[in-house]
């Protein structure tokens, strides 16, 4: 299982809110696991089994 960091730019900017819970709520919806979220930056940090890296882009 390897880790990985998805930034996330543009969150949270223009009036569109996304609080921190849902979005690794969303993370993990995908399969991903031991998701957290860094401050509200839109920063999240996962694992994954996936070998298939184009397909985390």
């Given at each position: 299982m390897r880790q990985y960091i998805?930034?996330?730019?543009?969150?949270?900017?223009?009036?569109?809110?996304?609080?921190?819970?849902?979005?690794?709520?969303?993370f993990e919806e995908l399969g991903l696991s031991n998701v957290s979220t860094f401050i509200a930056s839109g920063n999240v940090i996962f694992w994954t089994d996936s070998e298939d890296v184009?397909?985390?882009r």
């Open positions: 998805a930034f996330l730019r543009g969150i949270n900017v223009g009036g569109h809110r996304v609080k921190m819970n849902r979005l690794g709520e969303l184009e397909a985390l």
